[in-house]
């Protein structure tokens, strides 16, 4: 079974693109909501991310997440301690999902897969493409935040073009190719190379 990668930098539209390859029947796994149960039910990961952190991280067992975010994008080195803290323990769960799956091929959906080192794991990586202005308006508009936290947000990511370089594949979600006839293309093709 091929695993393929789905990447792209914030706003790109990965979850769209990995819906669409749900409904093709494909299964998909998304690190980014993996990542965000684990840091709230995974007992080693909870213990780590308070000693980092310390016991504001939690309230009422639940994961501080708005105390959290103020620390990592303020500290990039903070923001570097909880992605080594995460990241291990996202792929074990990764891995462990998809010893189960049995399609042709599987997609892992991560916002960080070329710098979490999980791209190493897949045959091919597909990077989903769109303009930086449309990606800030996106994420304004769906989390709430200014022009600035999104930019200071992107800044904390791998280049977009050198992401993209990185990539087998293109889809282009820039609102001006259709992005189904994209998926349904590499859909094909993946099915053809397994």
Request: with cysteine.
């Amino acid at each position: 079974m091929l695993k393929i990668g789905l990447t792209g930098g914030i706003g790109s539209g990965k979850s769209t693109v990995a819906a669409i390859f749900e409904v093709l029947g494909i299964p998909v796994y998304y690190a980014d909501a993996a990542a965000k149960k684990l840091m709230q039910e995974d007992v080693g990961l909870i213990a780590g991310i308070k000693e980092l952190f310390g016991e504001n991280s939690y309230v009422n067992g639940m994961l501080n997440r708005t105390y959290i975010s103020g620390e990592v994008f303020s500290q990039p080195d903070k923001l570097n301690k909880l992605n080594a803290l995460v990241h291990p323990v996202t792929i074990a769960d990764a891995e462990k999902w998809i010893s189960t799956q049995s399609a042709s091929y599987l997609i892992k959906e991560a916002a960080i897969l070329f710098e979490s080192g999980s791209h190493i794991q897949m045959d091919y990586v597909i990077g989903v493409y769109s303009p930086l202005e449309l990606r800030i308006e996106r994420v304004m508009q769906r989390d709430k935040i200014s022009k600035e936290q999104v930019i200071s947000r992107i800044n904390q990511q791998m280049d977009e073009d050198e992401k993209m370089r990185r990539c087998d594949f293109l889809v282009y979600n820039d609102e001006k190719k259709l992005l189904i006839p994209q998926v349904l293309e590499l859909h094909d093709k993946l099915i053809k190379v397994n």
